[in-house]
């Protein structure tokens, strides 16, 4: 049977034991986590704050590709850390002897909703410390380590939507520009391009998320940020708006099936009225006049005959 070489076992013991040395600290921070629940991309920025010497890859063997968080956190945090299911794309875990009474974060999906809303009363801010971004009512003091990100502007979304424009051939432009060349309002643009542009309104979609996302890359290019930092923010921004559309659609589906349900509903009392009108109609016609004539009838419905029956003959 293969024997792992002298040295190459004394290696692997040497970096399980530096990596040892780092686990109560990681430990420490997780259990500081505001929240009872994490995701696998939090945990990478807990175990990167807590132990910014530590290389993940390198401890676990792979220094490319999916699996190296999972696997680090299967060898040396599963005592503390249980997977109890997914969040959008990505693992979620719970921290086992977390004191939090909060189970889980505040929406992600706000990151994204706040970035691109210009009147949003949010504010979007960096933490330099934790290398996080997120959603708070007030903007940072002079004093606060946190710096803002400036939200999208109303004068970036129209010059978006003028690059746009420069795709699109002539006779639909015409449509979607008031006729002095001034833009239309958005809700007024949106409808038409949905309505008569199907297919540019679908590429519409895509084309915006990646001049978005174009404008975050220069915001966060004024903060002293290394390629994989910003990659990670990058990333925490599109997993927002994952969330944030997939939100969109369960919402759309939800009042597509109320609507579905209350024509439906509608329908079903009604029924009930033409079938009942439709069986007396067809029994009156086989039956004898005295059985007619001792059928209850109210007073009311009495009258309104006689009336309809003196208008047609007057």
Known sequence: MWAMPHFFAEDAAMSDERTEDFIPQITNALLAYPYREITGSRVNEQIKKAAPELNIRETVGILTGPGALSTFIEKYLSGILQRIGNQGGDTLFEILGSQSDKHTAPSERSLWKTFVSPASEQHLVIDPQSLTIRVQDDAPDQNSPLSEIQKVSEEEHDRIRDHFHKTLPTESLEKLMNDDGSHLSFNNWISI????????????????????????????????????????????????????????????????????????????????????????????????????????????TAIDVLKKKTILSG
Request: aromatic share 8%.
């Open 193 to 300: 391009l949905r309505t008569e542009f199907p297919e540019d309104y679908k590429r519409w979609g895509k084309f915006r998320i990646e001049k978005l996302t174009d404008v975050f890359k220069q915001r966060i290019d004024n903060f002293d940020l290394s390629i994989e930092q910003k990659s990670d923010l990058i990333r925490e921004l599109h997993l927002s708006q994952h969330h944030s559309y997939e939100q969109r659609k369960l919402t759309a589906s939800a009042n597509h099936a109320e609507t579905h349900l209350s024509e439906r509903s509608s329908l079903a009392s009604s029924e009930p009225a033409i079938n009942a009108r439709t069986f007396a109609l067809e029994a009156i016609k086989i039956m004898r006049d005295d059985e007619i004539r001792s059928m209850p009838i109210t007073i009311g």
